[in-house]
């Protein structure tokens, strides 16, 4: 391959370098690894290809494993959510960056076939795009990996589904389900960011509203606490029962999305299925609803069933889609039906993802050291990473805690009284 980046503009990278400065002096731990990697260059020539929404945060965590000696191959995991004056800036750092904010459904498709083009010994992956290709058209590019790591739910079960169907060729760490990521990064980070988008976006307040959120996980769960606190009444749909149990137990309604759409202002999804929005749901909302999906695909609200019902649609604000319906009342969709946060806003806080990247940048370092020994599987983050992450990020909080004494130790491992 010739090519080193397909990128929109070079003269950008100015911004981009800012953006990135700002969010270094705010991911403390990654900074750690940068200045820790500078001296011992754990990945000496260890080619790594990643896929994540290509941002300041992303683009620092690419910059610390360049530091730490990988040669690095980038794009973006959702073309709305690439930023071109980041793609600039690492591409003037020596990066090869194949993104670009906008690109068609067949240019992403060509930037990822690119991105892997270098052979990759890791793939780090965000919703299972790099791993889908080298599983699906080109077997080739994964002559030389060692093993990836993967960011959220959705490619999580993206992979249990080719593990379980005997397909997946090499070990995957999932790194969502470690404790340093999820459950702060799909519920801070995204109970934060979701309203930060929302905020921004309408301009409209959140305080007095009827505000349905689909789903009550992780994600979901930070989503309906931040919108609690912003004043809004709260309802929330779920399939599963105990999860509804915990909604209704944190004082929000429960009840089904059929008997919640006449009565939301604002419809925020988050769960990972499709259709969680139909066009039947759409048809008895309120005049004016607030459409918004934090789901990584852009599946859980019907788009296409909307497109095709719709009378008409405009741009009834930036990165707002109004669309009329046939009964005259029209529904806004924030960010084409895609990653509100992420797509239509600015992602999760820089601390947040300093904690992710930390387990990104640990399990890259776990694949490295075990490469060759681990089986073909979705595999856990080992509880030290984990521990590791959680220590230091109180440290540099300057938080001190407790530990146990000998004596306690020991009454804990006990089962005699
Ligand atoms: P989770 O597995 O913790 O929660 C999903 C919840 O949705 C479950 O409680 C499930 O029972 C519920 N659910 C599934 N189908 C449903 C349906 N038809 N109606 C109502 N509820 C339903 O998953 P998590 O971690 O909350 O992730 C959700 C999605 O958000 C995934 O696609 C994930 O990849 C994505 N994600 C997005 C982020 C962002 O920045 N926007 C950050 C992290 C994850």
Redesign the pocket.
């Known amino acids: 391959m010739n090519q080193k980046y397909d990128i929109r503009d070079i003269k950008l990278a100015p911004y981009g370098h800012t953006k990135i400065e700002w969010v270094r002096n705010n991911m403390p731990l990654l900074k750690g690894f940068e200045e820790e990697f500078l001296r011992t260059k754990p990945f000496d020539g260890v080619k790594i290809s990643l896929s994540i929404h290509l941002e300041a945060k992303t683009a620092y965590l690419c910059k610390v494993l360049a530091a730490g000696g990988a040669k690095m191959s980038v794009t973006g995991s959702n073309n709305l959510s690439t930023q071109d004056d980041i793609c600039a800036a690492l591409v003037e750092d020596g990066i090869s960056v194949f993104a670009y904010h906008g690109a068609t459904e067949e240019e992403y498709n060509r930037h990822i076939e690119m991105c892997l083009e270098h052979k990759p010994n890791i793939i780090i992956d965000d ?1 299972g795009d790099l791993v889908g290709i080298v599983h699906g058209p080109r077997p080739d590019l994964a002559e030389e990996v060692w093993g990836g790591c993967e960011e ?4 999580i079960i993206r992979l249990r589904a080719m593990e379980r169907d005997g397909v997946l060729k090499f070990p995957m760490l999932a790194v ?1 389900d470690a404790d340093c990521k ?1 459950l702060f ?2 519920r801070y ?2 109970g934060q ?2 309203w930060d988008s929302i905020m921004h976006n309408t301009n409209l307040i959140v305080a007095g509203k009827c505000v349905v959120v ?7 769960r930070g989503i309906a606490m931040r919108a609690a606190a912003l004043g809004a009444r709260v309802i929330v ?4 029962p105990i ?1 509804a149990m915990e909604a209704k137990m944190d004082g929000y309604d429960v009840m089904p ?1 059929a008997k919640a759409a006449p009565l939301g202002d604002m419809f925020i999804t ?4 499709k259709h ?1 929005i139909t066009v039947e749901h759409m048809l008895n909302m309120k005049d004016r609803a607030i459409l918004a999906n ?4 852009n599946v859980e609200i019907d788009m296409a069933g909307l497109e095709e019902v719709a009378v008409s649609k405009k741009e009834t604000r930036e990165n707002i889609t109004g669309y009329t319906l046939p009964n005259g009342r029209m529904v806004n969709v924030i960010g084409e039906g895609k ?4 797509a239509a806003g600015n ?2 806080p820089a601390e947040v993802m300093d904690l992710s990247f930390a387990v990104q940048t640990l399990s890259a370092l776990y694949i490295l050291e075990h490469k060759g020994s681990l089986p073909a599987a979705v595999l856990d983050v080992s509880e030290e990473i984990d521990d590791v992450i959680a220590r230091r990020r109180l440290e540099a909080w300057g938080i001190e805690i407790d530990s146990l004494t000998p004596d306690q130790e020991a009454y804990l491992k006990s089962w005699q009284l």
């Open positions: 919703g959220t739910t959705t490619g969502n999820h990064d799909n980070g995204t960011s979701v689909i789903g009550y996980g992780w994600c979901s749909t779920e399939i599963d999860k999305m988050a769960t990972g299925c969680t934090a789901g990584h695909f990653l509100a946060n992420i992602g999760h």
